[in-house]
């Protein structure tokens, strides 16, 4: 992985003295030198990182503790073959040659769980029962919101992450939600990075530039 120089950190950055109780060394997997891979190795990704990626981001916030994200992952040749079909032409060949692939979707009927993950407030799934707008809505970001989560949680076990929307999302949807109850937001590959993995790194906006204060 190319490593960030300290030349390419402002001033404030490069002298690690920000008031962070995470030291200096997860900052950097998590955030600093954490890339979008677009190549991988062959190394498999199991179903027990998997769960302890899960176990870890469970925890982070969501509105109302919704919790609307679902993943499937797509571990058959048979349904990543289906998949591969419906990504966008610059993302078929990592689909298909990544270690694992995660759909990852926003389930629209989240609220029926609401009773068990908010019991403090009885009437919260009738809140959306009848509003099918505001429940997409709610369902979409929050499961974006827990997709960046999971994002994390996939560097923190030392793995990378390759999110993509150059997908049929509505085809996708018909091919593996075919209840109509999920919209797929993003397909994600995951592995450990293989050779020419990383893009040249972007510039991010400065704190001026995104900070105001009122």
């Given at each position: 992985?190319?490593?960030i120089?300290?030349?390419?950190?402002?001033?404030?950055?490069?002298?690690?003295?920000?008031?962070?109780e995470?030291?200096?060394?997860a900052?950097d997997?998590?955030?600093?030198?954490?890339?979008?891979?677009?190549?991988?190795?062959d190394?498999?990704?199991?179903?027990?990182?998997?769960?302890?990626?899960?176990?870890?981001?469970?925890?982070?916030?969501?509105s109302?503790n919704?919790?609307?994200?679902r993943?499937?992952?797509?571990?058959?040749?048979?349904?990543?073959?289906?998949?591969?079909?419906?990504?966008?032409?610059?993302?078929?060949?990592?689909?298909?040659?990544?270690?694992?692939?995660?759909?990852?979707?926003?389930?629209?009927?989240?609220?029926?769980?609401?009773?068990?993950?908010?019991p403090?407030?009885?009437?919260?799934?009738?809140?959306?029962?009848?509003?099918?707008?505001?429940?997409?809505?709610?369902?979409?970001?929050?499961?974006?919101?827990?997709?960046?989560?999971?994002?994390?949680?996939?560097?923190?076990?030392?793995?990378?992450?390759?999110?993509?929307?150059g997908?049929?999302?509505?085809?996708?949807?018909?091919?593996?939600?075919?209840?109509?109850?999920?919209?797929?937001?993003?397909?994600?590959?995951?592995?450990?990075?293989?050779e020419?993995?990383?893009?040249?790194?972007?510039?991010?906006?400065?704190?001026?530039?995104?900070?105001?204060?009122?």
């Open positions: 992985m190319t490593q120089s300290h030349a390419d950190l402002t001033d404030y950055e490069a002298e690690f003295e920000a008031p962070l995470l030291d200096p060394q900052q997997l998590l955030f600093r030198e954490a890339r979008t891979a677009n190549t991988f190795t190394e498999p990704v199991t179903d027990e990182q998997v769960k302890a990626i899960y176990h870890l981001v469970k925890w982070a916030p969501t109302m919704n919790q609307p994200l993943i499937v992952l797509v571990r058959s040749d048979e349904a990543r073959a289906r998949l591969v079909s419906l990504m966008g032409d610059g993302n078929k060949a990592k689909t298909e040659a990544a270690p694992l692939v995660a759909i990852l979707a926003a389930d629209l009927d989240f609220h029926d769980e609401l009773p068990k993950i908010f403090h407030f009885p009437g919260a799934r009738d809140l959306f029962a009848g509003n099918e707008s505001a429940r997409e809505e709610s369902a979409k970001l929050n499961a974006a919101l827990q997709i960046g989560y999971f994002t994390m949680g996939v560097r923190a076990a030392g793995l990378a992450a390759g999110p993509m929307t997908l049929d999302a509505a085809a996708v949807d018909r091919e593996f939600f075919p209840d109509g109850r999920h919209r797929t937001l993003v397909v994600m590959n995951i592995g450990k990075p293989g020419d993995a990383w893009l040249q790194r972007l510039p991010r906006l400065g704190y001026d530039e995104v900070v105001a204060t009122a």
